[in-house]
């Protein structure tokens, strides 16, 4: 069974420019994958991840999400999807400890362990030191790691995450990349990994799917099988081709 399947699937929303956010998009990803999907600005990344965690429905076409329809099933993948978003969106009010712990509480895990949890992950991400700071009083970098910990915390099956890094330096950016690939692997998780950076994608994904606008695969590379037949700056041109072009 794949762990994420987009079958003819499409969004429209009234109103919007293209009336197709997303249009027959058919998606495959395995167990223990670690896919990036990379695509310029507006072709339907974010649509694509809203309709996989089940924020809103598809217009046509089918998804499945580890066997359960996300939208009408939203409760049956309840703690089984961690998520990145672009800004931390840490709660203000809690400290780093217990915004990570705070998907454990949600699932009435008793206090000693969910803190016990929350505590091993800010120590893997080499934040424990500050684990009961609150995130107004952490740097743009820290509090993306206070993220990632968070979306580990709950042991999910799939890691998503919609540009984490986009507004880090380049540096911060590339060691949090490194580290969230190793986290994923580590722990056996599948992970979905949106970006309009190219670089980012070849430095993050197995495998590479090339979205255009309206939200369809355009051109899927095996990253090492790429890497080898054409160097990273061959693999870039490429991806760029198809972002860049039209009749994708
Ligand atoms: N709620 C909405 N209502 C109307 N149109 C929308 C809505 N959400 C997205 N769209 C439109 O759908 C298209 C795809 O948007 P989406 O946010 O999925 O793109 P994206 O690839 O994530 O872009 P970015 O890289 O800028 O985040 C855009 O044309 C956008 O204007
Ligand atoms: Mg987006």
Request: net charge neutral; hydrophobic share 40%.
């Amino acid at each position: 069974m794949k762990v994420v399947t987009f079958a003819g699937v499409s969004k429209r929303f009234d109103g919007g420019s293209h009336g197709y956010a997303v249009r027959n998009l058919d998606l495959h990803i395995g167990q223990g994958e670690l896919v990036a999907v990379v695509g310029k600005t507006g072709c339907g990344k974010s649509t694509m991840f809203n309709l996989l965690i089940g924020l809103i429905a598809p217009t046509d076409g089918v998804i499945r999400v580890l066997g359960s329809n996300p939208f009408a099933d939203f409760d049956a993948l309840a703690g089984k999807i961690g998520v990145v978003f672009q800004n931390d969106r840490l709660l203000p009010w809690r400290s780093a400890l217990d915004n990570v712990a705070y998907g454990l509480e949600l699932r009435h895990v008793a206090k000693e362990r969910r803190l016990a949890v929350g505590r091993d992950w800010l120590k893997r991400l080499g934040l424990e030191v500050h684990s009961e700071k609150y995130p107004h009083s952490l740097s743009g970098g820290m509090r993306q790691r206070v993220s990632i910990a968070r979306a580990f915390a709950t042991d999910p099956e799939i890691l998503l995450c919609d540009e984490p890094f986009s507004a880090l330096d380049e540096l911060t950016g590339a060691s949090l990349r490194s580290e969230f690939r190793r986290l994923v692997q580590e722990t056996h998780k599948t992970g979905i990994f949106v970006t309009h950076s190219i670089g980012e994608a070849i430095d993050i994904g197995d495998r590479i799917l090339v979205f255009c606008a309206p939200g369809h695969v355009a051109a899927e590379f095996a990253v090492p099988e790429a890497l080898r037949e054409l160097g990273e700056e061959g693999l870039k041109q490429r991806i760029l081709d198809v972002m860049g072009g039209t009749g994708a």
